[in-house]
Every structure is written in structure tokens, then in C-alpha cells.
């Protein structure tokens, strides 16, 4: 473990491990050190000159090497003539600091009064007023009264958008920095610099479009004044009228942890709505940090639209019906067709609404088809086997932590696993990223590897057959607990050992960490995928370790959960092939996103779905169910790397709606099924008791906290900004199988099919985007600017030979779809692919790898 | 003896001024510092002094205030700041009419004046909405919104004398 030393604050000995920040070593022992500039996420610079105090250090006899005492034996200080900031020092044995003296409350009075020179004292119209660091530090330690005249302030501009998300006031600005340094050392997008000198400097964007980053939101937060605010609370509320509820992003596997600040509003009639979301910290999963899309895109919750109680489709138009003669109905057909059924769950139904969906169809069939929506990437099964240890923490792997990306745009797909593998990768881990195009990680790669669609286990192959040579990796393991190996050492002797340099990064590292996407692969291919990765991890005997093993990142928040809980893509491809008669469709939107599964779906007989809103999916039902969004109701995701999380209710229910584990819960009732549980935690009561991975995610458990570092938000908030402590749990991790030592694990060899050569003449990728037209995303009407307009890149080669020029508009068409879009030649697709970003256009496109044409249309 | 004595009285009073009012038709002039209901003040030009800051609703010991701001544009403008309240509403019967919201204020935009007659026989009347509470525009002068040029309010809270 790393060293203690001891230093004195006031007189008083403390013990803090060595190489801690002075500020952060006083706050671990409740001592207060007002700072600005000052984060615990950033590198210190001394800007703001307010964690002033007097520095020391022991006294020491040069000729004895013994510490000086008084006449009392109490240590002997020798003191620096002059204040000194305390952010900028580190701790180092014998560090003596005073931080109550005289010559201290004088040097930051003055700093405070100095500051409030240029500052507007606008504060009952700023949005930061109330939890603002600059008020709370100006009550503690401020002047009580200014010398300066309020008319001779500075006046600059009160209202610059910073793209269209972030207003900056520059009157507010204290110049602490901490924005930039965010963009800069956090994010790496270097889109917020510093223009000008002294009383003029300013904050200013220079890129385009404007501030233009993923996490430009996390400013607003760590500001310490309201100078950055976010156009979307903008004067929604004062800070003391928000109600904050604990709550879990339904957008990506990160599962980002959410506080909710909740109001009353007179417009949605009176109901408690989010006013906005900002982070709450869990060290384990987002630390203190969001991307915009989480923080922006809560407008589903009450958007226009929202379904609000089920609709039957009669003669072909809507009529409201009431709940009991729903559930009558779906029983009925239920009974009717319930040796054809098909079941679609989607990426963000709670585990308590999969589980009363399975039991639902596990009421009328034996063995139900239990499918997925998207169904484009698999392995949640590998995942549990072979996932990420306990004590995962992505935030502190370094060096000694290899980590792969493969097949996925990171920063799209997941961007605060992206945000901390950025991290990792500046604090000294390998990232090896593999892909078949460049991708945005690749700037803090130490390897890039390239492959071409399809042949992504090639890669994973080539490292394995080069761990194979190395003895000091393999040979420790035991045929008697992997069943396969020699099977899979004989696949792996004809396999030349590839990429080399990136093999020996990833394998000469502690602990491996693989991330999975599953772009340019279909359904089989991926389960290939994830095969060849559990390969890998089992013969390096990187399987079942902290900060070591398999994580898949999922097109949706709760695919693990699905995967955990019984459902696959595997059996929505089943059913997408033999399509069922009857459909119970959870909050998915296949017919819009799939144009194999639209066929399938509008050819049923009946079907039901889930839905907030009227979707493509929805009109083609018959019977439309009213269900809750995250927001109104209780449950629990997965994220990626299967840790359980619990979320609250936030907001007033709309119309009639339901979560939908209590709608599937009550058609069971109707079928001869057990009694509807009250809860959602009696729900995962059940869970625990059937599911053994889950057995010990029960709510009490879910719920439980501890203190975390660097200490942010609460009560001091002019520390880490305002982002939330977390009071309401940091969730479950689950081991994967391959921790429990003594546990039977599988390796099977995995070949490469080449990708069938086919007349037409493109391959479609559908590719992720993180802003898209989403059903959960869509309503939130201030992104639109940042959602681009369907597209499809091409390659330069493809592009001339076909014609088409940079910002044409195209027609991509294919088996059973068709769709028309901007063409983007911007060299990043490979030659003979065309890659299409999902959930853009409106007309549904395939949501795995298919072959394409691209024809130029006319204006 | 004692009955002359209570018609001497009844005599004296009968040449005094009078004391009692006849209310409705008559109406008592207030003290200049009494605390009837509350109105909303307009400046000169006809915006609301009200910035929706909710200090008042924060200062109110009887959480009889609520308030919803909204941003003014120079198409939509409210009030001279960035800032307006969208929705304002003091429930009567829950107010106290202690004048705490008043000393909140820190635009002087709600005083408590002398109207004391607020009588209703439905609860959801006691809510005053804005438009109940807020003072017509002088005379001459436009109400609220107004279109105004752009950059002439530029502040977050209008220029106001140095109370010194």
C-alpha cells in the first residue's frame, strides 16, 4: 500500500498517504481549505490565489537529525515568510500548515474582496445563486462589505451562447480555469481557451460549431460561479426549490448515476418534472461526470405525445379502452397464440420488467423465445462469465491495466467509458483500439489496429495464438478447469501471431480489459466475437480480476440485465426468421429502426407493445400500452460492467401509464399466474430468489453508500463544483463466474468466415451515433441542433466511382429497404463500405451488416 | 342619580364626532405603513419591476408565494433584465402579510399596499395570479410584453442608484 506520512494542520498531527494534494489531504479530515481554481479532477495551477495559508515545516537539528522541541515538547515549526497556496503543495512528512491564522483571514478577505471588484452581484437572477461557491466562500471568509464603488465595475457581455447548450456571462467569470482545464486535461477537446490578459481576459470557444464537445455540461457544474449555465435549466428554478432524486441514465451500458433536481410546475399541471439532471458521484461508474446526452435528454418524460392509457386499434383507428379490459384482452390472445409467441425487450426495460416479461411468457409457453431489442450485438452470457472482477475501477487503472477497444466508436457508444479510458491511457495504460475505421479513441491509443468488417476475431485470434508462445502467460493453466483448451490450442497453432506490437502491449500488462462493440458484425459473427475475447482472458488468466476481463458495450442501458436475466439476440434473430403470430414488443421501436423486423412485426397476427410515445412501432400494434419512463417509477439497470443499480421515482406520473412490469404482472394474474407483486422491490425480491448472480442485489443492499474521494458536492460545494454526493447507492457489482476459482470455465476455438463476396456494390455498416432520433432522445427538442441529418459515408474511391460528391443527396437501397440520405466522403469509411448511422431516418434501414447500393439522386 | 349620570354621558357623546364607519359604503383610510395585499410595480415605462428571482417566495415564512421565471427576449420583454416571472401567485390564505417578501426584494417589485378587502368563497380563489396582482402600466404607457430595441437591456438586474 502506499506510504503514510504525518503533517500538521493547526498544531494538530494528521496521517494522509504520501503525494496527496494539501487540499484534499485537510478536506479527508473535515478541515476546510477554500479554493476556486482549485478541483480535485484537475491538475492544480494556483489561479485563484484563495487557498492561501501559511506554510511550514518541522524543525529539525542538523546535527542530531532530531526534531526540535519547546520547553512544553511540542514540535518546533520553521515558517515560510509569506502565504503560500495550498493547492499547489503536496504533502510531505513534517509539512506544517496554519490555516486560521490572522495574516490567512486576512490574505483571503482581501483575495474575496479583490474578486467581487469585477463581479456583478447579479445573484438573484443567476442560476448558480444558491449553490454557488463564490457566495458560499464570500458569507465564510469575504469582507462583509466592499471599498469599491458598485459603479465603477467592469461591464462586459452578460449572454454568450457557447454553442447553443451553454451560455457564458463574462461579468461572472473569476477566471479560475477550470473550464478549459476540464476541455483540456479531462475530455481532450480542446475547445475552451483564455483570450486576452489581465482584467480583459476571457473565456472564449474556438471551435465549430461552438464548444463543440460531448461533455460540454460538466462546465457548468465545476464553474464555481454562475459564468457557464446550461440553456436548458436556464431559470428553470433556484437551486433551493429543487427537489433532488437519485436516479440512473436510461440511455447507454455506462449507466451513468443522475441526481434530479425536481419541481412543481404550473405548465405540466402542477406535477413534479426534472428541471435538469446533473451527476451524482459514484466513483465505480461516472465519477462526477455526464455526457450531454444524459443531462439533456430527459424531455421524454413529459414530452407532448406521451401515451397516456391503452389504445386499441379497431377497424383501423384508436379507441381508448380502459386497463382491465386491456389485460382481459392480451390474456386472451395470449391464450389463443401462446404456442407462437414472440417476445421483443428493450434496452431500457428495468430488470424488474424483464423478469415479469419472462414470467409473462413463461405462463403460455414452455420455452418461450425470449428476444432483444436491438439485436445486433450478443455475449451477455460471456460477459457474465468472464466480465470485469469485483473492485473495478475504471477511474484508477494505469499502467500496469491494458485496455482493447474493439468494433466499437467509443466515444459515440458509450463517451464516459471513453472519457476514463482517455484518462487511463494519459495516466500510462495501454489502449490498444481495434477497428475498421478510425474512431476518435485512436488519438490516445498506443496501438491501433485495423481490420476489415467481419474479420474482427482475427485480430483477437492472433493475439491469442501470440499469448500461446509466451509460457510465462499460459502455462498455468489447467485442462481439468477450462474445458476446450486443447481444442483450442490446436485452432490456435495454424494461427499466425498478428500485430504484434499491439499483442505484446495488451498481453505484458497485469490485468486486460476488453471492451466489445459490435459494429460491422451481425448477430453470429459477434457471439464469435465475444468468444474469441472470453478466449483470450481465460488462456492469459486475465479472467475474474479487478480491472480485468470482458465488457461489452451495449446499444442500450439494460442489455446486460436482459442477457442476465434469459433474454438474447440470438432468439430475436429466431424469431425475426420464423415470425410468431402474436408480439409482446417492451418498449422497443423495431419497425422504425429494421426493416427485416417490420415485415415481421406488421405480418403478425396481434401485437402488443409498450410505449411512451405513438412510434412507428406502436401504429403497427394493435393494442398500445401506456408505460412509465424512468423517470416515474422505481427499478434497477445493469450497466456493462454488470453492476446493479437502483432508480427512484422522480416525477408525477402522466396520464394513466404504468411501469411495465406491473402491466405484465397483472395480464399473468388473468392467465392463472402468481399475484402481482406491490412493488418493484418485491419484484426483485423474486429476482434474488431465481436468479443466483442476483442474489444479493436486493434494494437495501442496492441502496447502500460510502464515503467516497475526492469529496464533492453536499455541504461544500465550493469544492468540487455541484456535483451530488451520493446518498442513495452506488449499486452491486456482480463477479463474473471466473472469480469463483474453483468455477468450470469454456473456451472454444472460433474461426473467421471471410465476408461472402457479394455483386452489390457497397456493404452497409450501420454505425452508432450518440445523438440520434431515439424514442428517449428525440423529444429532447434543444439537441436537435447536435442530432445530424441521415447520412451515409463513403469512401473517396467508392464515392468518384459512384459519382457522388461530398453532401449529395443519395439513395441507399438494398434487400427490402430503401432510404435516402447526405452522402459524407470525409475518409473515415474503408473502401467498399458504406456506413450508415442508426436511428437517424425515419425509414427503417438494417440494423446489422448488408449489402447496398448507393445511387446519387436528384435535388 | 347614577342614571342622570349615564344620560349626561350618552349627552356628551351624542356632540362628538362620530366613530363608527359605515363600511362598505365608507371606507377608514389605512396607516401609510399598513400591510394590505400585495401588488406587483411596473417602472415609468411600463415594465415589470418583477425579476422571478423568488427571493420573496424563499423569504415567505408561510410558503405562500410561488414563482416561475422564465427568459426575456427583446421580441418578448417582460422586464428590463434577462430575467421574469413567468408565473406569480400568492395564496391569501396563506399569507400572513408580515412583509418579509417585501423586505426580500431586491427590486422593490412587491409592496404590500392598503387593499384589505379579500374575501372569496372558494379556496382556489385565495390564489392571486400575476395578472390579479401586478399594476396596470402608467397612463399612455404599453403593458407587458413589449418589444423593445435590441442591446438597451443588456443587465441581468436593471441599473439602479447606489443606495448610499
Redesign the interface.
Known sequence: MTETVTFYIDGQAYQVAKGTNLVDAAKMHDIDIPVFCYHPKLKPVGMCRMCLVELGSLSVNRETGEVERDEHGEPVFRWFPRLQTACTQVVTDGLAVRTTTEAVVQGRNSILEFLLTSH?L?C???DK?GECPLQNLTMGYGPGESRF???DKIRL???VPLGELIYL?RERCIQCARCTRFCDEIVGDDVLAFHERGRRLQIVTISDPPFDTKFSGNTTDICPVGALTTADF?????P??LQEEATICPHCPVGCNLSAGTRL???AGGKKIIKRIMPRQNEWVNEIWICDKGRFGHHHTRAEGRLEQPMLKQNGAWVPIDWPAAYDLVAAKLRQYGDSLGVLAGPSLSNEDLWELRKLAGLVASEPKLGVWPAAMTGGDLVAQVGVGSGTMLRAVGPETAILVIASDFEEEAPIWWLQVKQAADRGAAVVVANARPTKLDRYARAVVRYRYGEAVSVLNGFAAQALKDKSLTGKLSESRVAGLSQLRAALKGVKPAFGDAGRMLLSAENLIIFAGGEGLSVAQHRELMQAAANLLILTGRAGRANSGLVAVWPGANMQGAYDLGYSAEATQALLDTPPRMWIIGAANPVAEDARAARAITGAEFVVATSLFMTPTSEAADLVLPRQSFAEREGTFTNGMRRVQRFYTVQGIIGDSLPDWKIFAAIGERLNGPKARISAGAVMKDITAHVPAYAQASYPRLAQVERQFPLVGGDDLYYGGTAYFNLSGLGLAIPPVAEDGSAQLEVRPVTVDAPASTDADLSLIPVRVLYDRDVLFEPSRLMHHRVPPPSVELNQADAERLGIADGDRVAVEGDGYQITATARVDGRAPAGYALLPVRLSSTPAPTTPAACTVRKIGE | MNLLRGFATTLKYLFEDKVTVQYPEEERPVRERFKGRHALKRYDNGLEKCIGCALCAAACPADAIWVEAAENTDEERYSPGERYAKTYEINMMRCIFCGYCEDACPTEAIVLEHEYRLTFSDRRDSIYTKEMLIDPPPPGVPGTPQQTEPGRYTRSIPEMKDPL
Open positions: 456583478p447579479d438573484p437572477v443567476c445563486g464603488l458598485i459603479d457581455d452578460k449572454h456571462d436556464r431559470f428553470g428554478a433556484r433551493w426549490e410546475d404550473r405548465d
